[in-house]
């Protein structure tokens, strides 16, 4: 059995996801996998990713609510990349047949108008670069057994990217107080959670800035057009076939979500 490195960590994830096999931690095999490794998996993911003709789009963030912090046991938000192949057009089901365990978790979206890089961004100076504010759903889908990781873990993963789904109303982030912008999440009629955009970071500008400055440190910036996922406000919901998920906004309207 080889060692463990960036390539074969990468070709690892990739092969999970292209299979549909959940499969165990990487840390499980190699317990010294840290944070700048993992972060370099994730970037050799994105570029495997890129060769295949998909192109970058944006990026997410993770584990950015207590709510997910708690859930999935891991207590600092990290960033991931998002790709075309991950959109999810309006009232398209979930792609069960591309996906191992699918959950849904509501989400701000940012559309950027302008170039944002860190460091030093502020909340004020990230929402300032803010074309549009959506309201989103992303399918998330973990590469690793029952959800089950760390911090490196995870971050190698992508931030268990799947797919997402970007509501059609977009408003100018003056004419909102995304603090105070709340959502109710349905499964098939019932209301399951709700929160506030203040629990994503007490703002879900202070998740783009964290965002902006994360990507300044390692030499990249948010570029504009970019989709910007700020984080899930609530737990996950598994979206099992049959399902029917709803994300009600007060501002930014519903997004819908059918389980196939
Ligand atoms: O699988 C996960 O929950 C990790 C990704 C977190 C996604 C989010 O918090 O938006
Ligand atoms: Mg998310």
Redo the contacts with the bound molecule.
């Keep these: 059995m080889s060692t463990w490195d960036i390539d074969r960590a990468a070709t690892a994830l990739l092969e999970a996801e292209d299979s549909r096999t959940d499969r165990v931690p990487i840390t499980d095999e190699w317990p010294d996998l840290d944070l700048a490794t993992a972060y370099a998996v994730q970037d050799e993911t994105l570029r495997r990713r890129l060769d295949r003709g998909e192109k970058l789009t944006g990026i997410?963030?993770?584990?950015?609510?207590r709510a997910?912090q708690q859930?999935?046991n891991?207590t600092s938000?990290?960033t991931?990349w998002l790709t075309d192949a991950m959109v999810l057009p309006v009232g398209d089901p979930v792609p069960q047949e591309k996906l191992i365990h699918p959950?849904a978790?509501p989400?701000i979206v940012f559309v950027m108008r302008d170039r944002l890089a860190g460091p030093g961004v502020t909340a004020a100076t990230a929402l300032a670069a803010v074309g549009s504010v959506h309201a989103g759903i992303?399918v998330?889908d973990?590469r690793y057994r029952d959800?089950k990781?760390t911090l490196p873990d995870?971050v190698a993963d992508n931030?268990?990217?799947g797919f997402f789904v970007t509501g059609p109303v977009g408003r100018p982030p003056s004419e909102l107080d995304l603090a105070l912008e709340a959502c109710l999440v349905e499964v098939d009629g019932q209301v399951v959670d709700s929160a506030t955009g203040a629990a994503v970071q007490g703002h879900p500008a202070e998740a783009l800035a964290l965002a902006a400055n994360d990507l300044g440190r390692r030499g990249l910036a948010i570029e504009p057009g970019w989709v910007v996922?700020?984080?899930?406000m609530t737990d996950?919901v598994f979206v099992p076939p049959g399902a029917k998920v709803a994300a009600h906004f007060t501002n930014l309207g519903s997004v819908f979500l059918s389980g196939g």
């Excluded at 996922?229 to 899930?232: A, D, F, P, S």
């Design positions: 997410k963030l993770g584990l950015t609510s997910k859930r999935m891991v938000p990290l991931a959950r978790e989400e992303e998330i973990s959800f990781f995870v931030a268990s990217s996922l700020t984080g899930g996950a």
